[in-house]
């Protein structure tokens, strides 16, 4: 890997050990903006490493400091995030920055190429668990999108980056009947799946309501696990990656 180092000063020290790897895309029109602002002490943000187009990597924080990438979020209980994990933004328009015709920018093999690298290298150093390497729009459903729908969260999960559940073969038959589970249904199927979710490592109440960060948190694990349903309904299909997703982290925990 090719690293060069662009040092930011957006930096304190860790409150927590790293277990977590977490990616984002910039969501700018260049990497030099999104460099820029990232080394801004103004714009009090900043990222571990940046992933440019063309395969090179910026090193802008040491990975025994805590950069300030995660904001507010959580996951699998945690919540001061930027502690805990790594960042890694990878330089993509995405939603902000769409094409001509309205669609998402793809990724760059070489850019998706050297995401591998890095992050491999970062989880054998850190030991970090399968179930912990999330995008931005797992930690913070009502907040953010990214790394998109568009990222390819399979090839990575291919390389042995992250979980990438197989619809299960057998599930309990109850969870799977009807139309599934959508905004403003209440009861015990609602609290099922809300259980699940936060199982898997979402933050949402599990009062057995179906409101909005219920619903925020379905269409972030769509975005991230099934991206052809970005719908933010429990649908039947969105259901049984949900019930796949639930035993492995289970296994792997």
């Not at 090179?56 to 001061?80: N, P």
């Not at 769409?98 to 150093?125: C, F, H, N, T, W």
């Not at 379905?218 to 049984?240: I, K, M, N, S």
């Amino acid at each position: 890997m090719n690293i060069e180092q662009t040092p930011s000063l957006n930096f304190n020290d860790r409150k927590a050990s790293i277990d977590m790897l977490i990616l984002h895309y910039t969501g700018m029109g260049s990497g030099e903006e999104a460099l820029a602002r990232m080394q801004d002490p103004a714009a009090e943000v900043s990222a571990h490493y940046m992933v440019w187009e063309d395969g090179q990597i910026s090193q802008l924080v040491d990975e025994d400091k805590r950069a300030w990438h995660a904001g507010v979020g959580s996951w699998q209980g945690d919540t001061d995030l930027n502690s805990c994990s790594i960042g890694i933004e990878i330089v993509n328009g995405g939603h902000n920055v769409p094409l001509a015709d309205g669609s998402l920018p793809p990724y760059p093999e070489v850019q998706i190429e050297a995401v591998i690298a890095l992050s491999k290298a970062i989880i054998a150093r850190h030991k970090i668990p399968q179930s912990r390497i999330v995008g931005h729009s797992d930690i913070a459903p009502l907040r953010k999108e990214d790394p998109g729908e568009h990222f390819p969260w399979h090839v990575l999960a291919e390389a042995g980056i992250g979980l990438w559940p197989e619809l299960a073969e057998k599930v309990r038959p109850l969870e799977l009947i009807g139309r599934g589970l959508g905004l403003g249904d209440k009861g015990a199927s609602v609290q099922r799946l809300q259980d699940m979710l936060t199982r898997i490592g979402y933050g949402l109440p599990t009062g057995g309501t179906y409101e909005a960060q219920t619903e925020a948190a379905v269409r972030a694990f769509q975005r991230h696990w099934l991206p052809e349903r970005l719908t933010g309904q429990a649908d039947l299909e969105t259901l049984r990656r949900i019930i796949a997703m639930r035993t492995m982290v289970a296994e792997v925990s």
